[in-house]
């Protein structure tokens, strides 16, 4: 195994946290190595809504987001199980992508500001030890001075490091499973849709080129319920709320077979171990009824950097380092996350949701009380 490749920082993860804090690493002068164990562009299980709080900090990456003519999303429409709903104004709103086109164009950017992407590779393991970390690919060894993992929801280094989340006996936080669907539908084009049913939620709002993503989270429970069969699980279940049985029936699917992903959790995970920097979903997911997370992962970058860069400056310590973006990534996320599972544990219960949804409908300003409390500010 070829060990004489040495960084600056390792990123293990692709997507938006990855790409984005290769970037900014990059233009400041670093060497970075950036692993992802596929191949841009794929599709990924992901709600496709991006609060407008990451706008700016988009464009300054390089994305032409102005030019791309995206569907600005104005308003939410909130359904509970028996298909009493809410709609209202989002205050700071949000704009539509898919993952296909934002991260291969983020990963061009990448490219281009010089930073190795090595597509179609795995890491396996990262290893700290003398003040530096060797991190394992199937054929080469690594070294890096900093490394991070930006590597999603849950993945293999999850696993094979034990971390505390996937120890957990099976509960309503942390074995879910998520489905996607691109369509073609007629909904308003300013419109998100988070639908209700037992035991999850479905959003769907419109990304580019006409399209709409539907992406849904359930328990694993409901899928074994029906067979483990998909299709069977949607009728009975998800159609039992009347706005998503409209849906699927009138949508057009334009994915052969859905996108999913299992065993996903919301319980809290650690922003530092043994050395190395969580950003993005590995360092704490919030539910996506709260329809945030794409902006939490980009405004994580931005704040790991700011501490990577003062350390690799020698203005810090490592300690420092680790410290100071566990400080900032709670104070600035903590209150976020801890909003999103008490209100997903609301909408966990069919019944309780019904309520929830009745109750709020005479109180407006409650309702945009708790959409802020899950969102941001421009950063």
Request: glycine content about 8%; aromatic content about 10%.
């Amino acid at each position: 195994m070829n060990s004489s490749v040495s960084y600056d920082i390792a990123i293990a993860g692709g997507g938006l946290a990855g790409l984005a804090l290769s970037i900014q690493m990059a233009r400041a002068g670093y060497a970075v190595v950036l692993f992802e164990k596929d191949r841009y562009p794929f599709h990924k299980v992901c709600g496709e809504y991006i609060s407008l709080e990451s706008w700016n900090f988009l464009e300054e990456l390089g994305l032409p987001l102005s030019d791309w003519g995206l569907p600005v999303i104005k308003r939410v429409l909130v359904s509970a199980p028996n298909g009493e709903s809410i709609e209202h104004e989002l205050p700071l709103g949000g704009f539509g992508i898919s993952r296909y086109k934002i991260d291969a164009a983020l990963a061009a950017i990448a490219r281009d500001c010089g930073v190795v992407v090595m597509e179609e590779t795995r890491v396996t393991d990262i290893v700290f030890q003398r003040s530096a970390f060797r991190i394992h690919t199937a054929d080469a060894i690594y070294q890096a001075r900093v490394a991070c993992v930006t590597a999603g929801k849950r993945s293999n280094l999850d696993i094979k490091w034990k971390r505390p989340f996937t120890r957990k006996r099976s509960d309503k936080l942390n074995n879910y499973i998520g489905v996607k669907y691109h369509l073609q539908t007629n909904l308003p084009a300013d419109l998100i849709g988070l639908h209700n049913f037992r035991d999850g939620y479905c959003g769907i709002s419109r990304i580019e080129d006409g399209r709409y993503c539907l992406c849904y989270m359930t328990t694993a429970a409901n899928l074994q319920a029906n067979g483990n069969s998909i299709p069977e699980m949607e009728k009975n279940i998800l159609w039992q709320n009347p706005y998503l049985s409209d849906i699927f029936s009138s949508g057009v699917k334009l994915f052969e077979a859905p996108l999913t992903i299992s065993q996903i959790s919301f319980e809290r995970r650690a922003r530092v171990e043994h050395h190395i920097l969580f950003v993005g979903d590995c360092a704490g997911m919030i539910p996506p009824l709260s329809g945030n997370g794409m902006s939490m992962a980009l405004h994580g970058s931005k704040m790991a950097f700011r501490s990577i860069d003062a350390f690799l400056k020698g203005q810090i310590a490592r300690h420092e380092m680790e410290q100071e973006y566990e400080d900032q990534w709670s104070h600035q996320f903590g209150r976020r996350l801890w909003v999103g599972r008490q209100l997903q544990r609301w909408f966990g219960s069919e019944k309780r949701t019904n309520l929830l949804i009745h109750s709020l409908k005479p109180f407006p300003k409650l309702v945009s009380f708790l959409i802020r409390q899950t969102h941001g500010q421009p950063f």
